[in-house]
């Protein structure tokens, strides 16, 4: 790469005549270059999609939509075909507006309505087309969060498509940063509206978007209502959701009842044939259950496969009559009946059982079920435990069913956690999400029989969380560290619960979903006593040893970003001078509370310490204050907490720098949000730090167009305020160009530059260098490029020895096409037509053009 004039320093002359370039090498500017540079740079090009992919991978949503298939069943032939002809489909297919909502109740067959969707639109696709998808599910905790919703949109696309990679903000190719950009639901949903800005239109088809956490509607509802007419194409399918209602919406009931009643029709058909090749049925009664079916279903897909399942278990046509006539109408009325018929000697077992279904943030597996109804036996449950297990799912009935968890191979490394489970490890889930939603309903049940089952969710929360917290406290953490994966080894299979790789990794996340109001029972577990060998072996497996050493309950609190916990913790100091030390508790290097839930993008932890008095311009060993940090997160409502609290936009770090130097220094995709908040509150635009630079000169030396657009808005007077060596934006802005292997990137720079009054007369201190000469250096840089890329023109052999020598001047490079060959009138014509199009007239210059121009006429 290049080395820019003006990033040199102690510069020296080089005589630029007595280097020899090898055969392998050509010379240009006084810079070699590698002829296998192509080679290599595809080869980084592949690592880098290779480390995006594994950075964004949490689930494959190809094999998820092949699972849910395999589960839900295929699709009848002929249904869903009515969506084809839907006005507000073909205006959507058409372009006239981007989001589309398709909404429905339960079981309204949204699931295969999207399936059919996306076959539809993979039969379309084309060079300039591309879809993704992803498939939300409730009890999965790489599934049901926006985080994960983006990552897998994202990781599909760039799966599928490796190509549109290449569209990526820039801090995605920095592995440094990667990590930060995949946690960050601003960096994420910029990275796909980037990648939605070349000629490839994109469609995101988004699944179960109700089985998501409240904070993804809002946040997909404010981007997608911003997005206007520039962005990804979008199909949500969803239960009604409020804060989508004023997007343009397809309601499955009662707008289309006419068309999905005649899907409806023909799924009974294919269920009717299924129940008449298992028993003997008369027409009489098929056209009896017909009706039936169609009637009680309220066009519920999900009522009608549980009634024909019913009537299956009968042995006759009589049996079936008679259960017929006993089904309730509607999905509610329907896992009461399941509920119902749970024997009494059964139904303390079968509410534990549900308990833990409902609530777990992944799957159990029929093992790991086992290790929660017998805690104190190490090792595997024998056969007859893991049987007892099958009995209680039998039990209740089809509320509950068994499916098969294949290994994800997840061996991703950002963020966090390592997940690895059984090749094929039978799980136990819940039917359908209506289910989860009908066992932790709000409103008491005015049936004793049924209010039974109803689940607390707080209370059923704090029950696992406590069988978790009880698991961990007897294993092997008691004595050791062990990592998370490491569980899964026989060693600890054969002596630890069954339940216990569950337990470690999922302990902090339970404890997150207390709300404050309920943070009390903190006092009862381990989180509130001090030193405890179990909860700091537990702590440094699951965080990989990033303890340091702390014994301090609030910085594990800070650090785990469990805000119940810190709240219980802070509740407990009465005095208020003892409230305010521990609430400004210091870690190493000085930084407080406040600073590591700044850095670790915590909202609510944030508010948390700031309402309980947290110091918000304390600083660090290195000068370093709460807003420092959050200029490098991808969270500006961070740091507009922290400006509305009185933190000084102005404060420096030991090496000068203020929150706004380190905003431009880190280029992240919130950055506009994060530079429009601290010029609101006065951040200086024209303030160097140690090393003599101030924020537009970190701007441009990054090719960061917007930020230095937003700066020299701000105040266009720093335009040509130079460094220490003398260089003013405009020289960073030259030399970009010669660095890039597009150089036309920094051309939109220059003129943003010049247009704010950039001289082009300011000179280095270094070498003695105006801009216009280094511009002079950009259009030979910009002819070399052009030559590599003609090779459709000029043969291949002429094009490298012309690049080669191309640094002599436009005489030495006219006379080596007027040499290289026979005469091939096609050289001409390419080598000319590539200099009328090259070279940019700079005041003190002349075009590249008008240079060959004259050039050819003295050769």
């Known amino acids: 790469m290049a080395r820019s004039t003006a990033d040199t320093q102690g510069s ?50 190809e094999v998820d939509r092949q699972n849910l298939m395999h589960v839900k069943g295929n699709r009848v032939a002929g249904t869903c075909q009515w969506n084809l002809k839907n006005e507000r489909y073909l205006a959507w297919m058409r372009g006239e507006f981007l989001v589309l909502t398709i ?3 339960p079981g309204k067959g949204k699931s295969m309505l999207a399936d059919f969707v996306i076959s539809e639109l993979e039969k379309d696709a084309t060079d300039k087309s591309a879809l993704t998808y992803f498939f939300c599910l409730n009890d999965d905790v790489k599934r049901n969060n926006i985080n994960s919703v983006l990552r897998g949109l994202l990781y599909h696309l760039i799966r599928t498509r490796p190509t549109l990679s290449r569209r990526l903000p820039s801090h995605f190719f920095y592995r440094e940063r990667t990590r930060s950009a995949v946690t960050s639901p601003d960096s994420l949903w910029s990275a796909l509206i980037s990648m939605t800005s070349g000629a490839t239109a994109i469609t995101c088809v988004l699944d179960g978007l109700d089985e998501c956490s409240d904070d993804t509607y809002f946040f997909l509802s404010d981007k997608l209502k911003r997005s206007g007419i520039v962005g990804p194409r979008v199909v949500l399918f969803t239960r009604p959701i409020h804060v989508l209602r004023l997007l343009p919406e397809i309601q499955l009931d009662p707008e289309n009842s006419i068309y999905t009643g005649r899907d409806i029709a023909l799924f009974i058909e294919e269920k009717l044939a299924e129940l008449g090749s298992r028993i003997c049925i008369t027409d009489e009664f098929k056209s009896c259950l017909s009706e039936t079916l169609a009637r009680r279903a309220r066009g519920t897909f999900l009522w009608i496969g549980f009634a024909v399942n019913e009537v299956l278990k009968q042995k006759s046509q009589t049996g079936g009559e008679i259960c017929l006539s006993q089904l309730p109408a509607g999905l509610p009325a329907f896992y009461g009946r399941m509920l119902h018929q749970i024997r009494s000697e059964m139904e303390s077992r079968c509410l534990c059982l549900l308990r833990w279904v409902a609530m777990a943030l992944r799957p159990l597996s029929i093992t790991e079920m086992a290790g929660v109804f017998f805690s104190d036996v190490r090792g595997p449950p024998s056969a007859s435990q893991k049987s007892m297990i099958g009995d209680l799912v039998n039990e209740c009935g089809s509320i509950l069913m068994l499916k098969t968890r294949y290994s994800d191979d997840a061996r991703y490394l950002y963020p966090g956690r390592l997940r690895y489970f059984d090749q094929h490890d039978t799980c136990i889930v819940l039917v359908h999400q209506s289910a989860r939603d009908y066992l ?140 305010r030390e521990s609430v400004n508790t210091v870690g190493r290097s000085s930084k407080t509370l406040l600073m590591y839930a700044t850095a670790n993008g915590d909202v609510e932890m ?178 070399r490029a052009l030559l590599e890329k003609s090779l459709v023109h000029v043969a ?21 096409i007027r040499t290289a060959g026979d005469g091939d009138t096609r050289r001409w014509t390419s080598f000319t037509s590539i200099t009328n199009t090259i070279g940019v007239d700079t005041p003190g210059t002349r075009g590249l053009a008008d240079k060959i121009a004259a050039a050819v006429g003295k050769a």
């Open 606 to 783: 944030v508010r948390l310490l700031l309402e309980f008095g947290a110091g918000v311009n304390a600083k660090d060993q290195a000068g370093w204050r709460a807003l420092h940090f959050a200029s490098t997160t991808e969270r500006p409502e961070i740091m507009k907490i922290l400006l509305s609290k009185q933190a000084e936009p102005t404060a420096v770090t030991v090496d000068g720098k203020t929150a706004l130097h380190i905003v431009v220094s880190h280029r992240g995709q919130s950055a506009g949000r994060l530079i429009a908040y601290l010029l609101e509150h006065g951040a200086p635009v024209d303030m160097a730090d140690q090393a003599g630079m101030i924020p537009l000169i970190y701007a441009v030396r990054n090719n960061d167009f917007e930020t230095a657009k937003c700066l020299l808005l701000a105040g266009s007077d720093t335009v040509n305020k130079g460094s220490p060596s003398g260089s003013t934006a405009l020289h960073y802005a030259v030399s970009n160009a010669l660095q890039y292997p597009q150089p036309e990137r920094s051309s939109d720079m220059i003129k943003l530059l010049l247009h704010h009054g950039a001289s082009v007369n300011a000179l280095t201190i270094e070498d003695s260098r105006f801009p216009n000469q280094l511009i002079g250096d950009i259009q030979w840089h910009r002819l």
């Open 12 to 61: 020296t002359t080089s005589n630029y005549g007595a280097i020899d370039a090898g055969d392998s090498s050509t010379l240009h500017n006084g810079h070699v270059y590698n002829d296998n540079r192509t080679v290599h740079h595809q080869a980084q090009v592949e690592d880098d999609v290779a480390v995006m992919r594994a950075a964004l991978f949490e689930t494959d949503p």
């Open 440 to 579: 932790l309903r709000a409103e008491p049940d005015s049936e004793p029989g049924l209010e039974y089952w109803r689940l607390s969710a707080v209370k059923t929360n704090v029950q696992v969380l406590q069988a978790c917290v009880a698991c961990v406290e007897r294993s092997v953490y008691r004595e050791k560290m062990v990592e998370i994966p490491d569980l899964r080894n026989d060693e600890f299979q054969n002596s630890q619960s069954a339940l216990l790789y569950y337990a470690a990794d999922y302990i902090d996340m339970h404890a997150k979903l207390i709300p404050c109001t309920a943070s009390a029972v903190f006092s009862k577990l381990f989180f509130s006593r001090p030193q405890y060998a179990a909860r700091e072996n537990w702590f440094d497996a699951i965080y990989r040893g990033k303890r340091q050493g702390w014994f301090d309950l609030f910085l594990l609190a800070a650090f785990a970003r469990v805000v119940p916990w810190m709240h219980y913790l802070l509740s407990q100091k009465k005095q208020v001078l003892e409230l």
């Open 103 to 105: 909404t429905g109740g």
């Open 796 to 816: 291949q052999p002429v094009c490298t020895q012309i690049c080669s020598r191309v640094i002599y001047g436009p005489r030495d490079a006219i006379y080596q």
